[in-house]
């Protein structure tokens, strides 16, 4: 993420999330939109393939209803 957008949240990217789990991690955004979503991937799917990350299955997809936040 870093290697694509400086560290910080893409245009439409509402959060992200991730953390390891056995055998990979999980990674979880929220965004604005579906297209949004989409031209991110654009950009950082290749920043990812150049340190050697690949999808092993493609992206799961979950309507947000509720966001709750602490601040």
């Keep these: 993420m870093k290697r694509a957008y400086g560290g910080n949240l893409s ?3 509402l959060f992200h999330v ?3 789990n056995d055998g990979g991690w999980w990674v979880i955004d929220g965004w604005e939109s579906r ?3 989409v031209a991110s991937s654009q950009k950082l799917m290749p920043a990812l393939e ?3 990350i690949s999808l092993n299955e493609p992206p799961q ?3 947000i209803h509720n966001i709750m936040v602490r601040g």
């Design 61 to 63: 997809e979950f309507e």
């Design 50 to 52: 150049q340190v050697g």
């Design 11 to 13: 245009d439409g990217e």
């Design 35 to 37: 297209e949004q979503c």
């Design 18 to 20: 991730a953390g390891q």
